[in-house]
């Protein structure tokens, strides 16, 4: 996980308004929001690299609720077109989604179905699809 953060975090662009990290506080208020609990590795990917900007993908935030990527607005879209609600939305592309069961499990959601498509854990999705997808 450290050295996938150290990665993420070396590759991040520079933007004029840089993304901000959340506290344990907002995510809390996000678990209360959505009413269900943020599996462990999301719950660090959000407090220590939620504020990298990469590639094509936008992973989820929590920390500014205006955001286009902000975790409950996202999630709930998700779930109004049909994505089951154990699973929580990471990342919006179109109308799919690559979401995160309670194990940390990550799955591509799409067409209305889940996808043959699934890494063991957010970490392995990160280094995967987001890191390497990005090259």
Same mark, same amino acid.
């Given at each position: 996980?450290? @050295?996938?953060?150290? *990665?993420l975090? !070396? ?8 993304? +901000?990290?959340? $506290?344990? +506080? /907002?995510?809390? @208020?996000?678990? +209360? *929001?959505?009413?269900? #609990? ?6 660090? %990917?959000?407090? %220590?690299?939620?504020d ?6 936008? #992973?989820?935030?929590?920390s500014? #609720?205006?955001?286009? $990527? ?16 154990? %699973?929580?939305?990471?990342?919006? /592309?179109?109308? !799919? ?7 940390s /499990? ?6 209305? @179905? ?5 890494? @063991? !854990?957010?970490? /392995?999705?990160? +280094? ?8």
């Amino acid at each position: 996980m450290n @050295e996938i953060i150290e *990665q993420l975090q !070396s590759v991040s662009e520079s933007v004029p308004v840089p993304l +901000e990290l959340p $506290t344990f +506080e /907002q995510l809390v @208020e996000v678990e +209360e *929001q959505i009413l269900i #609990p943020l599996p462990m590795a999301l719950k660090e %990917y959000l407090l %220590y690299a939620s504020d990298v900007i990469y590639g094509y993908l936008e #992973p989820v935030t929590v920390s500014d #609720p205006h955001s286009h $990527t902000y975790l409950p607005e996202v999630t709930s879209y998700a779930w109004s077109i049909g994505m089951p609600r154990e %699973y929580i939305a990471i990342c919006q /592309q179109g109308d !799919s989604f690559y979401c995160i069961d309670q194990e940390s /499990q990550v799955m591509l959601w799409s067409e209305g @179905e889940m996808q043959e498509d699934s890494w @063991e !854990s957010f970490w /392995q999705w990160a +280094e995967e699809v987001w890191l390497q997808g990005a090259k």
